[in-house]
Each structure stands twice: as structure tokens, then as C-alpha cells.
């Protein structure tokens, strides 16, 4: 019998994602929802057995693990792109594959954390960036600003070297990362914020060097998998707003949610 106090958790078909005490980031809460989704969905279709036990933690079981990968590769199919789609994409982003490049950067962290107020953090952020971005050529040359800051504000150990992250190549940063600052021309501090699993970057950008693009031919394959994966996310995500549309979703907004990742 589900109590008050649990039915006012954020919940799916009446499975509480958290527990009373517990304290969830939305896009940890949303991960938890989405998942949830997807093993009510492998037990209804008979791969998961309905006494699967209820995630704790947000840790599903191993059963269920493999259930869910054995409904998402029957649910979701993605064919693969054709040559001519493949061809079109690296003509217009030939930098995303461009090679030899690298950027000095630094960058003021602010850690997403367990607990942490999600909208206060980026409030912060955005107010740092507006104060490192908007100081005038006096203010500039009076001191390094960024470096202060960084100093002060940084939740990453470079901030002791005013946020200097040296020279990086693309494959020593995270994805999401690397996405915002190569392939570009912009040099100086970012007009945004750069988004990564580490959490809100104000970043700077020193120096570049820009490397040379690749020939198609050398990259097919790698365009291939980059639209595929692109494709799957996008069908995988509008798997489960049908899953959300079904069911009695409480506590937590799926619309526009990033696809699961079901670990």
C-alpha cells in the first residue's frame, strides 16, 4: 500500500524514483524516470519478470539491465545512413573530423554535484561569465580577471593555475566539451556557457592551432557511426515520450528529457 508521504515523491506508475530523504538533480531525476520507463515497458513485454525488484538508489538489476537492451534493440531501429547523407554531413561540418588541432584554454568550473540546486549553480555561472566577459580594455589591463576568479570560483584543481588547462587536443576532453570549443574560430572568453557531465564551464579560450580537415574517404566510416548514434538518440528519446504519454508520470517533467542512458 503506497503511503502519503510516498506518493508525493516523484513517481512513475506509482514506483517512487527517490527515496523520502534522498535529494536528486532534475537531470538525474529525469535518467531515473526514463529508465523506469523502459522496465515497466520490458515487463509488460514479457522479457523482464514483473517481480523484477524496484530500483533503489536508482540502480536497476542486472536482468533488468539486459532486458531493457533486448527491448530498445527490438523497439528502436535505426538504418543506416546512406552514402549520399554521409557526404553531405561532412561537407558541412568538415571540422568536427579536422585533425592536429588543438586550443589553450582555461576555464572556471562550477561541479554539478549529488544535492546541488541546479538553477543556483547555473545563476552563478552566468553571473561569472557576465563579469570575466564584460570589463573594459582599462579594467583588463589593470589585471588577469579570469585568473582571480578562477582563483577564488573554480571547482577544478587548474583554477590554483587561474584555470589554465594547457594545450588540448580534442580526444583529452569529453565530448560534449570538446564539441563547443573545436572546429571554431572563436578566440577570447566564450559568449556561453559550456555544458559537460563535469558540470557549467566558463571558458576562455588563449590560442589555437587549427590542424587540417580530413578527405570524406578517410572519415566515412566515423561519419556513418556519428549520424547513426545521432539517429538512435533521436529514436530512443521518442520511444520513451510514447512510454511517458501512457503512463502516470508525477514529480518530474519528461518533456524535451535527453535520451536515457541505462547503465
Request: charge should be negative; aromatic fraction near 4%.
Amino acid at each position: 500500500m503506497t503511503t502519503a508521504t510516498e506518493s508525493a515523491l516523484p513517481h512513475v506508475n506509482d514506483v517512487a524514483l527517490t527515496a523520502p530523504t534522498e535529494s536528486v538533480d532534475v537531470q538525474a531525476l529525469r535518467q531515473r524516470a526514463c529508465t523506469e520507463l523502459l522496465r515497466q515497458a520490458a515487463i509488460e513485454a514479457g522479457l523482464l519478470a514483473a517481480d523484477d525488484p524496484v530500483p533503489v538508489g536508482g540502480a536497476i538489476s542486472e536482468a533488468a539491465a539486459s532486458a531493457i537492451e533486448l527491448l530498445i534493440e527490438r523497439m528502436v531501429q535505426v538504418p543506416q545512413p546512406t552514402d549520399e547523407a554521409c557526404q553531405r554531413h561532412h561537407a558541412a561540418h568538415a571540422a568536427r573530423y579536422r585533425v592536429g588541432e588543438r586550443v589553450h584554454a582555461r576555464h572556471i568550473l562550477f561541479a554539478v554535484t549529488p544535492g546541488v540546486d541546479v538553477n543556483a549553480l547555473r545563476q552563478r555561472a552566468e553571473a561569472c561569465l557576465l563579469d570575466v566577459r564584460n570589463r573594459t580594455p582599462e579594467e583588463q589591463a589593470a589585471g588577469d580577471r579570469f585568473a582571480v576568479v578562477a582563483a577564488s570560483t573554480s571547482n577544478c584543481p587548474s583554477g590554483a593555475q587561474g584555470g589554465d588547462l594547457g594545450w588540448l587536443t580534442s580526444e583529452e576532453c569529453a565530448p560534449e566539451f570538446a564539441r563547443e570549443i573545436f572546429g571554431k574560430a572563436e578566440v577570447g572568453v566564450l559568449p556561453r556557457l559550456v555544458h559537460s557531465r563535469f558540470g557549467l564551464h566558463v571558458v576562455e579560450i588563449l590560442s589555437r592551432e587549427p590542424g587540417h580537415d580530413q578527405p570524406y574517404a578517410a572519415v566515412r566510416q566515423a561519419v556513418a557511426q556519428s549520424l547513426w548514434h545521432a539517429s538512435f538518440a533521436t529514436a530512443l528519446s521518442q520511444y520513451v515520450q510514447v512510454l511517458a504519454g501512457r503512463a502516470r508520470v508525477h514529480g518530474i517533467a519528461l518533456d524535451g528529457a535527453a535520451t536515457p542512458l541505462v547503465q
